[in-house]
């Protein structure tokens, strides 16, 4: 029964998740600034790092050991963050509320929607709103000439690819908390690894131990990828990136899946 109830999650042309994204779209019908608040905070962050700072630190080495401005270093790890952002806001704070407070999930059950559906509309809409934030972060980029390769083209499919992971691993984590105070566990995570993921300093600039750490996060992959893709080198660790971020949103998805159907339908 398990596996057959898990089924429906790899669905991904299922018409029942869709009415999830057409409820979320109405929700935000006469809101929908909100769903672009996201996007102004890696801008702020490559006007005053990128450029403000970047006049100070002039060239750092890029992808493939070529020196490249600290502008285009900074702002594809501020695309990756702002995809992250995006999917860790839609897929914790506002999944929890609709799980546990607004009791949106178990209404829409009463329907024959199945926690499957809603597991995946969710993460549809995650997705789409990181895909908004990467849009205009994109257009930014274009408008400030920071395009090196018509592969930068690629960094949409790569940040959404950034927000599938994100997101269902955090409502897959979201799933598990009780109160509001353990989101602070999620600020715990996120902070450092906005920080410390080669977003605004080169792995070189760490101590070895700490870069094998550092390898390891999925934020770092997704830098690294969105990186790669900006400037136009891609290799075999280009295929590693995508291969981490996909299996950490297929996981996700199936954990968040299997707590929707124990949560919901006990």
Not at 194 to 203: A, E, I, M, R, V
Request: charged letters at 10%; zero cysteines.
């Amino acid at each position: 029964m398990t596996a057959l109830r898990l089924t429906p999650m790899f669905a991904f042309g299922s018409r029942r998740a869709l009415r999830m994204i057409e409820r979320n779209l109405l929700v935000y019908k006469h809101g929908w600034l909100v769903l672009f608040s996201g996007f102004f905070e890696p801008l702020f962050y490559l006007l005053s790092i990128g450029f403000g700072l970047g006049r100070l630190v002039g060239d750092v080495t890029g992808p493939g050991g070529e020196p490249i401005p600290y502008a285009l270093f900074v702002a594809p790890a501020l695309l990756a963050a702002s995809a992250m952002n995006g999917a860790i806001t839609e897929s914790t704070f506002n999944f929890f509320f609709k799980l546990n407070y607004d009791k949106t999930f178990a209404s829409i059950l009463t329907t024959p929607m199945s926690p499957a559906d809603i597991s995946l509309g969710e993460l549809a809409w995650a997705l789409i709103r990181g895909g908004l934030y990467t849009v205009g972060f994109l257009a930014v980029m274009v408008l400030f000439g920071m395009v090196r390769s018509p592969l930068i083209l690629l960094t949409l499919p790569g940040a959404l690819l950034i927000g599938f992971a994100f997101a269902a691993v955090g409502m897959a984590a979201t799933s598990f908390m009780r109160t509001w105070q353990d989101f602070d566990l999620i600020q715990l995570v996120v902070l450092p690894m906005f920080l410390f993921s080669g977003t605004f300093f080169p792995l070189d600039s760490f101590p070895e131990g700490a870069r094998i750490i550092i390898q390891l996060t999925p934020l770092y992959q997704g830098v690294d990828l969105l990186r790669t893709l900006a400037v136009g080198v891609v290799g075999p660790d280009t295929l590693v990136h995508v291969a981490y971020l996909t299996t950490m949103g297929l996981i996700g998805l199936a954990v968040v899946s299997r707590r929707l159907d124990k949560l919901l339908l006990k």
